[in-house]
């Protein structure tokens, strides 16, 4: 299942990605600046020339011996919306 679009993040301007693994828990961060979607916008509206943050915020825990669970939470921030997701 592809429950995340990173094709939506078109023209990065910057970007970390971080992971890490302690003992059976798994721990993921992307956070990027995409100046796309101030570049789709008319000139005379918000947030025009503005970039969007992107955040995606992983956890994921080994249960039994082929298992695992866990879950995710996004966020997106452009021209004063900002949206969890």
């Known amino acids: 299942m592809n429950f995340l679009e990173t094709r939506q ?4 301007d ?3 990605k971080f992971t890490a693994k302690s003992g059976r828990n798994t721990y993921a961060l992307l956070a990027t600046g995409d100046a796309a979607p101030g570049l789709a916008v008319a000139p005379t509206a918000a947030g025009h020339a503005e970039q969007a943050q992107f955040a995606v915020a992983r956890y994921q825990r080994d249960i039994l011996a082929n298992s695992t669970i866990g879950g995710f939470v996004t966020t997106r921030r452009f021209a004063g919306d900002e949206g969890l997701r």
């Open 9 to 12: 993040i078109v023209d990065p």
């Open 14 to 16: 910057w970007g970390a």
